[in-house]
C-alpha cells in the first residue's frame, strides 16, 4: 500500500515521538523506506522515502530526518536504527489493514467490521451512510452529548429533513456530493472538520462516509487513506444491494433496465404480479433532481417519504437522482404525487415527467424522455416539466443528430419551392406546410398564417403547379408533410 510522508508523520507523532515537518507536497506515492547512506541523486528512486541522521542536512544539528523530496520531517531522536524500524512498521501496520478490509470484503463481513477497521486508523467518530443519508454503522464508542448531530445519528439514524432540505442544495452540498475524491471541509452542521468521501459505483454515488474531527487534525495522509477505505466499502455495499439499498425485486429490475437499456417485460411477469402490475397498464415515469442537478442526500430521503405512501409506485435511486415508475391502474391520481413532492420540499426541486404509455418493455425509452424533461427546467424557476411540453423541440433535435441522411428525404417538390422562395424571396414552404397541417383548411391556415383568406387561395393557385405529387391524394400530402418537417426542422 502507497502512503503519504504525512502518514508516516501521524504515525510517529501517534507513537509518542517530538516532531517538527516541513512538507510541501506529501503525494502517496510511497512504496519503502531506506538509510540516507544509501541515497544516490542518479539511482534516487521517487517512491521512496530516507532515514538518517539530521547532522547530513544540518550541520551540527541533532535527532533525525526523514525525507521524500522537497518534504522534510525532523524527529528528536538520534538512534537512526529505531526510527527507520518504526517507518517499516508503519507500512507493515497500513498494508495489513488493507488486507484486513479485503478480507472483510470476501468474507461477507457487516458494515460494523468495516467501521471497526476505519477507526483502528482515523480514531475518530464516523460512520457510513447510504445515499439516502441513513446510517449503515456507526461507531459506539464516542458519547452521544458531544454533538447534538451526533446524539441524532445514533439515535435515529439520519437526520430530520428540516435539516436536510436547509442545508444540502447550498453550493458547499454541491461540491461535497459531486466530488470523486475524499476531501477535508469545513462542516456547518458539525462546526468543525470533517473528512468526507462519497461511495461510488460506475459514476453514482451510492453513500457516504464522513468522518467527524474529534481530538485531533486532519491531514491529507488521511484523505489519501480514505480514499483506500471508500473504495473497498463501496464494493461491500455492493455485493448486497437488496440488503443496503432497500430494493424490493421490482425496484432491482427497474434499475436493471435504467442501467442496461434492456427490457423484456416477459421475463418479469412472476415479479410484477406480486405488486399487482401487468404489462399493459397504463405507465408514465417521473425524474426529480434538486434545482442545481447535483445528486445529494435529498433525493434519497424524498424516495424514503414517498415509496409506501402511493400504491402503484416503484421508486429508484440512478445516476444522481429520483425515478418513481407510476402504475396508472393502481394510482389513479398522479397529479397528487407530484403536489406531494413540490410540497415537502418546499419546491426546491425539479420534476420531469414522462408521456404516458401502455407497454412496460418502453419504461427505458420513457424514462429518457423524463430525463429531458427534466434538464429542461435545471437552473430555472419551473418546478414539473411534462415531455409534451418539449414534445416538438426533442423531436427536431433528434432529426437534427441525423441531417446528412434525412436531407435527402426532402421530396424534390420541396426542394423546387424552397428554391422559388430563395429567388422571389416568397413563403411558399411556410404556406404548404400550415395549409397541410390544418387539414387543406383555407380559413384555418389563413388564421395561421396570420393572412387574409384570399391571400392564401392566391398563394395556393401558384404552388399547385409546381408540384408532382397530388394534394388530394392522402398518401402524396403526408409524403409533403413529413418532407416539410424535416425542413422545418433543418431551418430552425
Known sequence: MKLSINNLLDWLTRR?????ADIHNAQPILTGIRFLSQYSPKTRPMNVAYVGPAWRYIESAKGTILCSKNDIVYIDNSDT?????????AFDYYNQWEIDLLDATVSDARLDRFIELGHRVFQSPMFISGANGQTYAITQQYPADIHPIWKNRLENGNQPYSI???????????????????QIADSPIWGKKILFSNLRSKGDRIGSVIIYEYDHEFHSGDVHLLDVYAKIV??????????YFSLSELEKSVLDILSTGQTNADQLVSKMRSFGWKRHDRYLVLCAVPPSGIDSVITGRIRDMIKNRFPGLCTVL?????????????LKRPDQLLDDLKQMTDDRIRIGVSM????????????????????????TDQIVCRFQEIYLQCCRKKISDDFPALQSFIHPDIQALVKSDQETNGEYVKTLYYYILCGCNYREAARALHVHRNTLVYRMEKIRPMLTLDL??????????VSLFFLMTFSS
Do not use: W
Not at 234 to 243: D, E, G, Q, V, Y
Not at 318 to 330: D, E, M, P, S, T
Not at 363 to 369: A, M, N
Not at 472 to 481: F, G, N, T, W
Open 164 to 182: 436536510i432540505g436547509a442545508h444540502h442544495d447550498d453550493p458547499y452540498f454541491q461540491k461535497m456530493y459531486s466530488s470523486t475524491y475524499p
Open 318 to 330: 440512478y445516476n444522481g437522482r429520483l425515478f418513481a415508475v407510476v402504475n396508472g391502474n393502481l
Open 81 to 89: 536504527d529505531l526510527i527507520f524500524n518504526e517507518c517499516i512498521q
Open 356 to 379: 404516458e404509455f401502455f407497454d412496460f418493455n418502453l419504461l427505458y425509452y420513457h424514462s429518457k424522455q423524463a430525463i429531458a424533461a427534466v434538464e429542461n427546467i435545471l437552473n
Open 234 to 243: 463501496a464494493k461491500a455495499l455492493l455485493l448486497h444491494p437488496t440488503t
Open 16 to 20: 509518542g515521538y517530538t516532531v517538527a
Open 472 to 481: 388530394e391524394d392522402l398518401y402524396q400530402r403526408q409524403v409533403l408533410l
